[in-house]
């Protein structure tokens, strides 16, 4: 048994897709001794695909639907450091799961592609970590090819983010004149060896820079902000590092930055108590459930993501959804290529937990079951559609897969209070595709998806009266969740703006806690 606990540094990467990614998550690994080639993570997600044939979308469209957790040591002043890498999908749609992996991470890498500046996506993911005061380190990445003048890169994140920003490595003469990256902290360079422009480890204390970029760099230096660790944590500045994740420049330094900088486990909210680190017994709460990991068993596994205590194999947890405790025996904990049976876990790892369907987004696990985390949202669907199957015979079978698919937070399903059709709702275009191909595949229904006529939902609150009388008026557009929750569907942004403005008894939410 260790006696001493490594910190931990639980993390997302966020980014456009292209922007670098995958690269610069196999660079980080690579570095952490995870992985000892290039190629591996690539190589893994064919694996993977080829193993979760029932996902036949992520095949046929050539992408990683669902997302991961990738853990790896390495040392820092002396210290060796777990850091857990939790991975997003890759894809321009967002889900939810994007969404939900945000709410188990203490601080975000940004990855930014310099010659192509922040994407809208990139930006309403940040927004996300903005909401949950997430703090970001920003990587602007391919430093090594022609971009754009890295000035403009920094006042657009300045600009478009409203966030200070603190240049922390520059790159010196990027595109074909590259010279290397300079570090504002330690004033080293890191130059590229040879024709290849790759950095193989070689760092210059006093290296003479061409004079032309001088000036260049002294200007970034002194007209930015200083780096301030308050402001950072807070969520107020950004630090930049420029690098190239393909050529291997300022990775050690980013995995440096995280190490130094990003916060620790962070306490978590339930309802008016923030549980920490060294609450007194072992809690967390799912942040994501994925079904039929393996087409052989019709288990799921639920990503816990630890807030306190120490997590010992065997141990029995309550998820609040159920009221009565489950034995944990076989945890997973996820490494670059392996999965691992777990022994011991400590707050800021994410474990695995298997289960047949026990387990609910949202649901916080705890030894006591006393207390339940807050502040893990739904999100309001920006796309609704009407089911519509095409064996009506199998209405019952339909019923069961929205339920289930909804419960693992592919979609969110809404039962009209007024017959007709099931509407599922979306924040993202892939959710749809996803769910037909579920559908056909782990329930054998057929369904079709067409338009309804809805735009957006919101979820009701308010005292009983206002809510009986809303309802009793407004039938044709209010449905309920998979909870019972009653739901207003609004044909427009507007009409929401407008029933809000007629109902100030009632609260017309976004988002709903689960
Ligand atoms: P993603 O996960 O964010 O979608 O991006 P990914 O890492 O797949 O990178 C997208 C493309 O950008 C890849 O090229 C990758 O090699 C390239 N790239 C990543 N980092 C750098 C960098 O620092 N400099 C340069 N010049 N290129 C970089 P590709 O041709 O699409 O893929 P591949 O043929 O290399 O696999």
Redesign the pocket.
């Known amino acids: 048994m260790s006696t001493s606990v490594n910190p931990r540094r639980t993390f997302a990467i966020i ?10 998550t196999e660079k980080l690994l690579l570095q952490g001794g995870a992985i000892h080639l290039a190629g591996e993570v ?1 190589a893994r997600g064919q694996a993977r695909r080829a193993r979760s044939d029932w996902m036949k979308i992520e095949q046929q469209r050539g992408i990683s639907v669902t997302s991961s957790v990738m853990t790896f040591e390495k040392e820092h002043e002396g210290q060796a450091i777990t850091f857990n890498l939790l991975d997003t999908p ?1 894809h321009e749609d967002f889900s939810e799961d994007t969404y939900r992996t945000l709410t188990a991470v203490d601080s975000a890498i940004m ?1 930014i592609d310099a010659a192509k500046g922040i994407e809208p996506q990139t930006r309403k993911l940040f927004e996300v970590c903005r909401l949950r005061s997430v703090p970001i380190i920003t990587f602007v ?5 022609e971009g754009r003048d890295p000035f403009e890169t920094l006042d657009e994140v300045a600009d478009m983010l409203a966030l200070d920003v603190s240049p922390q490595m520059w790159p010196i003469g990027m595109g074909g004149l590259f010279e290397g990256i300079l570090d504002f902290r330690t004033g080293e360079v890191a130059r590229p060896e040879g024709d290849s422009k790759e950095y193989l480890g070689k760092r210059e204390a006093n290296a003479t820079i061409p004079e032309q970029y001088v000036e260049e760099y002294e200007l970034a230096q002194a007209g930015y902000p200083e780096f301030d660790l308050e402001a950072y944590r807070n969520g107020d500045l950004t630090p930049v590092y420029f ?5 291997n420049f300022g990775v050690e330094e980013l995995i440096d930055a995280i190490a130094r900088y990003a916060p620790p486990p962070r306490p978590q909210p339930a309802g008016e108590q923030q549980i920490t680190p060294d609450h007194d017994e072992v809690t967390g709460f799912i942040f994501k459930v994925q079904a039929n990991m393996d087409p052989m068993h019709r288990d799921r596994i639920a990503f816990m993501r630890q807030v306190s205590g120490t997590f010992k194999r065997g141990m029995k947890l309550t998820p609040s959804g159920l009221g009565k405790p489950i034995a944990v025996h076989s945890p997973i904990l996820f490494f670059a290529q392996d999965r691992e049976i777990a022994d011991t876990a400590e707050p800021g790892d994410i474990i695995g937990i298997p289960n047949h369907g026990t387990l609910r987004v949202g649901d916080t696990l705890s030894e006591k079951n006393q207390i339940r985390f807050t502040g893990l949202p739904n999100f309001a669907p920006e796309i609704l559609r009407r089911v519509q199957l095409r064996d009506p015979t199998k209405t019952k079978q339909l019923r069961k897969a929205l339920d289930d698919l909804s419960e693992e937070g592919v979609i969110q399903v809404f039962y009209p209070v007024i017959g007709g059709s099931s509407i599922v709702g979306v924040v993202g275009q892939l959710q749809l595709e996803v769910l037909i191909s579920r559908l056909e595949a782990e329930y054998k229904v057929e369904a079709a998806l067409e338009a309804s006529p809805f735009a957006t939902a919101r979820w009701l609150k308010g005292p009983d009266a206002a809510l009986d009388d809303f309802e009793r008026f407004n039938q044709g557009n209010l449905a309920r969740d998979r909870d019972g929750d009653l739901v207003f569907m609004a044909k427009s942004p507007w009409d929401v703006g407008y029933q809000e403005e007629k109902n100030p008894d009632l609260k017309f939410s976004a988002t709903k806690e689960r």
């Open positions: 980014s456009h897709p292209d922007a670098g990614k995958t690269t610069l690539k890759g990855v990445n391919k430093v090594d090819r690098g190239s994740a393909l050529k």
